[in-house]
């Protein structure tokens, strides 16, 4: 039986009681010298609230009659930043005809009835994009606009974790709460036996340089001391666990992934290029980023290694490094 269905059998019978109860009591057949009456009313009220507890628990243990849909709106924080994907309801207050639904792009940028582009969606506050919004219409168009936005779908967030794990794979991010690289790891089945955990990174984008890449150490364990320092994970971001024996190289070549160092010779970063196929059409030859656990960032100049320029450092490999080859702009 469904919730609904026993709400309204228990109102009906609540109801009956009631008239049953009034109709004895005018007649006089119901009262505190009637003992038979008394267990009979002392019965109904019992099978009342054995109704009430059961639909009580149907209603949470039948995940089909529950109406599960999450209200993006009240779930929402207030500090909410706009990101690509979201899906905004613009709606102004007594002008139904400005009212629209609009996908945020991944640039940013969109157009809203009469006041035409609006840039940099991307990273702004709910109140921060509807008051701009209200005062573009006010300047010219309205004598008072009142403008509501609502997120009624979120853009999809999205880490990769790869390497020597169970299950290399995407994994969703929740715009409500924070996941750290060890969770993630674990999502994705955890360490294999060859991981080199002291290797595992974070490469994230640099926000202070345009196509460059920073890398994050990841706790070497899961002992609480170590996951204090555990990195907050952002969109975008690929954790990479290597393998004892292997390298990684990632961005603009032809075979992307895993390289084994050699037993027998060293493995330089131009080296490892030419293993995973040489680089693509558009790689930033000139920037490759040479990313080592616990040391800072080293830019090689591939371009000059491949031309003979013997001044052109062209380091050595260890085991867990990465190497990022950049796109080019131009």
């Known amino acids: 039986m469904k919730y609904n269905q026993v709400t309204t059998y228990i109102s009906g019978l609540l109801n009956l009681s009631e008239k049953r109860n009034n109709r004895q009591a005018r007649n006089c057949e119901f009262n505190s010298y009637n003992p038979l009456m008394i267990q009979m009313h002392q019965f109904i009220k019992l099978a009342i609230l054995m109704l009430i507890i059961v639909s009580t628990a149907s209603r949470y243990l039948e995940g089909a009659e529950i109406d599960t849909k999450l209200d993006v709106s009240s779930a929402m924080p207030k500090d909410y930043a706009l990101y690509p994907g979201d899906l905004l309801k613009i709606e102004v207050f007594d002008n139904i005809d400005l009212a629209t639904s609009i996908r945020v792009p991944a640039e940013g940028k969109i157009t809203f009835p009469l006041i035409g582009e609006v840039k940099n969606l991307v990273g702004k506050s709910i109140a921060q994009f509807t008051s701009e919004i209200a005062q573009r219409l006010e300047h010219g168009y309205l004598r008072q606009a009142v403008v509501t936005a609502t997120v009624t779908e979120f853009g999809p967030r999205s880490v990769y974790v790869m390497g020597s794990i169970s299950r290399p794979s995407n994994i969703q991010l929740s715009p409500f709460g924070d996941l750290t690289a060890m969770q993630a790891i674990g999502q994705a089945g955890g360490f294999l036996e060859d991981?080199?955990?002291?290797?595992?990174?974070?490469i994230r984008d640099d926000p202070s340089n345009l196509g460059r890449k920073?890398?994050?150490?990841?706790?070497g364990s899961d002992h609480a001391e170590s996951l204090v320092t555990d990195v907050v994970l952002h969109p975008n971001d690929i954790i990479i666990v290597p393998r004892l024996d292997r390298v990684y190289?990632?961005?603009q070549v032809a075979h992307p992934g895993a390289v084994n160092l050699p037993s027998q010779e060293v493995l330089t970063v131009s080296k490892a290029v030419s293993l995973a196929g040489g680089f693509s059409q558009f790689a930033k030859q000139s920037e490759v980023q040479l990313m080592r656990a616990g040391k800072r960032v080293l830019v090689v100049d591939v371009r000059s290694i491949l031309n003979g320029d013997i001044k052109s450092e062209d380091p050595i490999l260890q085991p867990g490094d990465t190497v990022y080859v950049p796109e080019s702009r131009f």
């Open 214 to 219: 920073i890398g994050l150490p990841v706790p």
């Open 249 to 251: 190289i990632i961005g």
């Open 195 to 202: 991981a080199n955990r002291a290797g595992a990174q974070v």
